[in-house]
């Protein structure tokens, strides 16, 4: 089992650069990628290895670049063209608010710079086909170490999960006991409501009270409830015992187990029934939150 949590960082170098992967996911889905747009079909490969490493989870990954010497690889430079242009734009801008009698802040060289087309980064002229290949090279032995921690918090969400299950199996059991125990009882409280009826009248249908008491039997019976449980209980060791992706499949069988454990509570007629289902309710919803992390 592995879980959809997880972290891993990578430190890197080669070809006069050094890198820092940063990788990390959550429960959720989507891949966020912030790689360095100026290293050619970069995003396109990780993307590619990340999807093969990771079925389930919100995955973010970023990758910081710099160059030998401490220079982050986010270096611009001027674009001459550009720059007059915005100049003169800015130029026409002015006069015209001052036409409308407006007067406007003067533009610092910040402001101009972040006009678009104003810097080019130095980087579209270089060949960074050599840098891609090596930061790929690294990113093996990351997702390597993203899968132990999601392997590892996976094996903790499986004891997790065996626990759960253990404690839903003692109550699904508890109330096989409580509904034998039940069953006598009930005998008694319907024995005692004929003869009250018997006791007022003589025209009763006696084939009609046998349909009314029969279909009250059925109402409250909730054997197949108790079988359905066990059943689920074997399903769901099944699924964290089993190596592949299973979280889909665990989500679906927590709205099952749910199901169940309503109908046992409307149909307990008994309050040590009532209270194991309610019991059970609560373990169940308590593991449908940890199958949420589970991939």
């Known amino acids: 089992m592995l879980s959809m949590t997880g972290f891993a960082a ?18 959720g889905k989507g891949f966020d990628l912030r790689l360095p747009d100026w290293i050619d079909a970069l995003e396109v490969a990780v993307r590619a ?23 982050e690889q986010a270096a611009f430079r001027l674009n001459p063209l550009h720059l007059s242009a915005a100049l003169s734009a800015l130029a026409e801008v002015e006069e015209a608010a001052i036409a409308a009698g407006m007067t ?22 270089q060949d960074t086909t050599p840098l891609r290949t090596a930061i790929l090279s690294d990113l093996p032995g990351l997702l390597a170490d993203f899968a132990a921690m999601r392997a590892a918090e996976g094996a903790a969400l499986a004891q997790v999960l065996t626990g759960q299950l253990d404690q839903i199996d003692r109550l699904t059991t508890g109330a096989q006991t409580e509904t034998a125990t039940r069953a006598a009882s009930q005998s008694e409280i319907f024995r005692d409501a004929v003869a009250r009826v018997l006791a007022v009248t003589d025209a009763v249908d006696e084939t009609r009270l046998a349909q009314e008491l ?9 054997t197949e ?20 992706p299973v979280g889909r499949k665990l989500d679906f069988l927590m709205q099952e187990f749910m199901r169940e454990a ?11 029934l009532t209270r194991i289902g309610l019991d ?7 593991m449908r939150e940890q199958v949420q992390n589970v991939e």
Request: charged fraction near 20%; aromatic fraction near 2%.
């Open 10 to 27: 990578r430190r890197g170098l080669g070809v006069g650069y050094s890198w820092t992967w940063d990788l990390r996911s959550v429960n």
């Open 49 to 71: 290895d990340l999807q093969k490493a990771v079925t389930r989870g919100n995955v973010s990954v970023s990758l910081r670049v710099t160059q030998d010497g401490g220079a």
């Open 214 to 222: 029969a279909l009250l039997a059925v109402k409250t019976d909730v």
């Open 104 to 125: 406007l802040r003067q533009p610092t060289a910040a402001d101009v710079v972040t006009l678009r087309g104003v810097l080019d980064q130095t980087q579209q002229d």
């Open 262 to 272: 309503n109908t046992l509570c409307s149909k307990a007629q008994s309050l040590a």
């Open 280 to 286: 059970l309710k609560t373990v169940i919803d308590q």
């Open 225 to 244: 409830e108790l079988d359905r449980l066990a059943a689920h209980v074997t399903a769901a060791r099944a699924h964290v015992a089993d190596a592949a």
